[in-house]
């Protein structure tokens, strides 16, 4: 496991890998609601859906053998606190 042996296997590398294609889809869905300066409603609330998409697709990768272990849940707390110091209200 990545944190504990320095080896990221399959499963946590998708895990990763993932993560970073949906951070990058949130990013140009940013970048897009902010051409002109303001952020609309809906554009906020497709931001949100990216968001909970993220976490998500996330959790779903890690929980695809049924546990989700110690790295994984690592991981998941990471993206966690940074999807939350982002989120809109």
Known sequence: ?????GIVDDREWELINQIE???????DSLDRALLDGVITPEESEEL???KNKILEDASSIANEDGVIDEEEANILQILLKIVEKYRTE
């Open 1 to 5: 496991m990545a944190f504990k042996d």
């Open 21 to 27: 294609i949906s951070i990058e889809d949130y990013a």
């Open 48 to 50: 949100e859906t990216l």
